[in-house]
């Protein structure tokens, strides 16, 4: 078992950056790949951004590619995103997860924080 734990979600202005923090306990957590997916009001929950276990991976959605960045701290058990020119359209519950084999796609993931909101206003 692995738990997840976000944090570092908030109100900013249109522009503005944020940084979400996820700790994580439980089974060792370098072994996993970590995921950011995030879901707003009426829609699915989409993936946003992973990083392999290793942490030389990196992948992102076309939607924030530039804006955002993906790191983990293995040594604190703890991944980061940072989101930088944070748009409207990045209104939304963050959520955190891991997974065994990696990527984008949620089901691969196994598990899940409770999520973080994060709105940013026009």
Known sequence: QVQLVESG????????SLRLSCA?????????ALGWFRQAP???R????????????TYY???VKGRFTISRDNA?????LLMNSLKPEDTAVYYC?????GGWVEYDYDYWGQ???VTSSS
Not at 46 to 57: H, K
Not at 76 to 80: G, L, S
Not at 97 to 101: E, G, I, K, R, Y
């Open 9 to 16: 979600g908030g109100l900013v202005q249109a522009g503005g």
């Open 24 to 32: 994580a306990s439980g089974r060792t957590f370098s072994s996993y």
């Open 42 to 44: 009426g829609k699915e």
């Open 46 to 57: 989409e993936f946003v951004a992973s990083i392999s276990w290793i942490g030389g991976n």
């Open 61 to 63: 959605a076309d939607s």
């Open 76 to 80: 604190k058990n703890t991944v980061y």
């Open 97 to 101: 997860a891991a997974s065994s084999l």
């Open 115 to 117: 999520g973080t909101q």
